[in-house]
């Protein structure tokens, strides 16, 4: 695999608490520059990003992060919220505490009320792997089928745990046929990206990839 067919499966991501705009400009015109899938980026600049880089950028943001226990309705409001600023990509975290307390229809109810809000705009489900048991996981797979969800993804990056290829399997053998799956957490080099894609997973959420890649041209 080229540099450039696997950049295209990456959404370039910066999400930490103190990312200032020089640090989301130097993201963005990276991805431009190499072509990744996506930028991943804090709901604050979304807007901004959009003013700057107009459709040269697909923006692809953040709900309910880290944690997921915001409740629905926050997650709904800062969903078109973020569409209406220009995201084109939304990235939820699931409420953890329904699937621990076994609320199954509830978890399926607020995946389908943040996909309503995202007005046909893509939707990545983050289910927090590090956190769940197998089983959990199984009926994850099934719920984010059922609730017309574009992606499963394995993980914010900030919990116990990142992606792992065992649970991209589990993924494959339990999702629907319309579900792609997203990677991410824990994933530091092209070797291993390249393994996740080869596992079935359609996008990798790394901050590493472009400047693994940078630096080899500098070389």
């Not at 990744?36 to 901004?48: F, H, K, M, N, W």
């Not at 699931?94 to 705009?121: L, T």
């Not at 919990?159 to 994933?187: M, N, Q, R, S, Y």
């Amino acid at each position: 695999m080229t540099n450039e067919e696997l950049l295209a499966h990456v959404d370039h991501t910066i999400l930490k608490p103190d990312t200032t705009w020089e640090q989301i400009k130097e993201l963005c015109d990276d991805a431009i520059s190499f072509k990744t899938a996506s930028v991943c980026v804090p709901p604050c600049y979304v807007g901004r990003i959009h003013e700057t880089y107009g459709n040269k950028i697909n923006i692809c943001t953040v709900i309910g992060f880290p944690l997921g226990y915001a409740v629905t309705e926050a997650k709904v409001c800062e969903t078109g919220h973020a569409v209406e600023e220009g995201a084109r990509e939304i990235d939820m975290v699931i409420n953890i505490c329904d699937v621990k307390n076994g609320r199954w229809d509830a978890v399926e109810a607020e995946i389908k009320a943040v996909k309503e809000a995202c007005r046909g705009n893509i939707l990545k489900v983050i289910i927090e792997t590090c956190y769940l048991t197998e089983d959990e996981k199984v009926r994850l797979c099934g719920i984010v089928t059922d609730a017309g969800a574009d992606y499963i993804k394995t993980s914010t990056g900030f919990g116990t745990a990142g992606a792992t290829h065992e649970d991209i399997k589990l993924f494959k053998e339990h999702i629907g046929p319309l579900v792609k799956i997203k990677a991410a957490g824990g994933i530091t080099d092209l070797e291993d990206m390249e393994r996740y894609l080869a596992d079935g997973c359609d996008r990798i959420g790394t901050s590493r990839a472009v400047g693994i890649i940078k630096k080899q041209s500098e070389r």
